[in-house]
């Protein structure tokens, strides 16, 4: 996909509604979306590709519970920081629970479950993890209060952080060209530490040094900016920024080399020396909030996604009822195929549904009437009223796979 700004754009609260692919209701509460079915499966879509490129990158997936005991966040911190922004503490059986707010700490808990040695290292934990922030609630998925974090926590050696950065970099880099996004600055937020103490300042400068080899190494130093006292206090942190169809700024992927929950975890491996050392932790994201990228997405292309992620990817249309059993077979070829299709019965005129369907967003509208049946063909045309030419069954899923391996290409 090309990036592109969409200046005429339409707010993907109303393009959800008119496609019927999430709603919020006043009975389950500001801030929580619920997804139709459309809207279950452009995110199932876009779960799949993160998952397919987590794997090919040497990530292991892993799931972590919804709420976790109060402890866990008050020896990381966040409870002591960020408590206004964090749900209510809940009792449970004689213990203080928390819905998550982070997936940091279940991560870190995951990677505890057993002693790694170096030769483990790096070890690669990613999340499609919901959390929850009480936090504001008026922009629709843009700000929710329950969302899922597209999360990955990376444990590694010294040696190894400025090679785990790179890929961070390249993971996030494939995302942006692929969703089409519009890539407009990489920041680098730098705060300096507080105390100035001797090791604080060598963590600091260690840490940047890493992230500045690595913007060497994917050839973005050109890219890059520094804003000085917005990142951190214990070390610098990096934000890949594009823009969306309104030309606002979003922070899509983010990555933070972090030294202090090490400390507060007592996070270690066994060394080539045989002793207890400390793991470099990197919190990571490539792609934010999976639903203020939905968001994002539906605005920047008008509802009309791509083909690879429209949840209908052709509509057959008969003409008459004596076309049906033609167009049912046209059907099931097509989902054979692994290809998204649906019937739109001959309960209106033609150019009535053709009309619906270019409404809907649907990419390829296949017409069938007497002649398609007679020369067992489909009439093709696209969702922007173009008209192809009638091709046979398995010239249109060459067409759409082709389509589709063009849109996803690194």
């Known amino acids: 996909m090309e990036a592109k700004l969409n200046p005429g754009f339409d707010d993907h609260r109303t393009i959800g509604r008119e496609l019927d692919l999430f709603f919020f209701d006043k009975r389950v509460g500001p801030g929580l979306v619920c997804l139709r079915p459309g809207g279950g499966l452009i995110r199932h879509l876009l779960e799949e590709i993160w998952t397919k490129k987590h794997l090919e990158a040497g990530y292991d997936l892993v799931y972590s519970p919804h709420v976790a005991k109060l402890d866990l966040w008050q020896q990381s911190g966040h409870w002591d920081h960020f408590s206004s922004q964090i749900f209510p503490p809940m009792q449970i059986s004689g213990s203080t629970y928390l819905l998550r707010p982070t997936n940091c700490v279940l991560h870190i808990a995951n990677f505890q479950a057993r002693q790694h040695s170096y030769r483990d290292l790096p070890v690669r934990l990613a999340e499609l993890g919901t959390v929850y922030r009480n936090g504001p609630s008026h922009k629709g998925l843009l700000r929710l209060r329950g969302f899922t974090q597209d999360d990955a926590h990376l444990f590694c050696a010294p040696e190894q952080v400025q090679n785990e950065i790179v890929g961070v970099l390249e993971l996030a880099l494939y995302f942006v060209k692929i969703y089409g996004l519009a890539l407009s600055r990489i920041i680098v937020r730098t705060q300096q530490p507080q105390p100035l103490d001797a090791n604080s300042i060598e963590t600091w400068n260690q840490v940047a040094g890493w992230i500045e080899g690595a913007l060497r190494e994917t050839r973005q130093l050109d ?188």
């Not at 059907?331 to 369907?357: C, F, H, W």
């Not at 173009?386 to 290409?409: D, P």
Request: charged share 25%; aromatic share 6%; hydrophobic share 45%.
């Open 223 to 410: 890219k890059y900016s520094i804003e000085r006292g917005t990142g951190v206090f214990y070390a610098p942190c990096l934000n890949i920024m594009v823009k969306d169809a309104r030309e606002r700024e979003w922070d899509l992927a983010g990555l933070q080399v972090d030294p202090n929950l090490p400390k507060r975890f007592n996070i270690t491996y066994i060394a080539r020396d045989g002793k207890l050392r400390p793991v470099v932790v990197i919190h990571r994201t490539v792609i934010g909030s999976i639903e203020r990228l939905m968001a994002m997405l539906l605005e920047q292309n008008g509802g009309a996604l791509p083909v690879w992620l429209s949840p209908v990817q052709l509509a057959v249309l008969p003409c008459a009822d004596r076309h049906l059993d033609y167009s049912w077979q046209i059907i099931a070829a097509l989902k054979k195929a692994g290809l998204r299709a649906q019937m739109a019965m001959p309960d209106n005129t033609i150019s009535y549904r053709v009309r619906e369907m270019q409404r809907s967003k649907v990419p390829f509208i296949l017409v069938v009437g007497d002649h398609e049946m007679a020369q067992q063909t489909i009439s093709v045309r696209e969702r922007d009223g173009q008209l192809l030419r009638s091709m046979r069954i398995g010239e249109l899923v060459a067409l759409v796979q082709a389509k589709t391996n063009q849109e996803l290409a690194a």
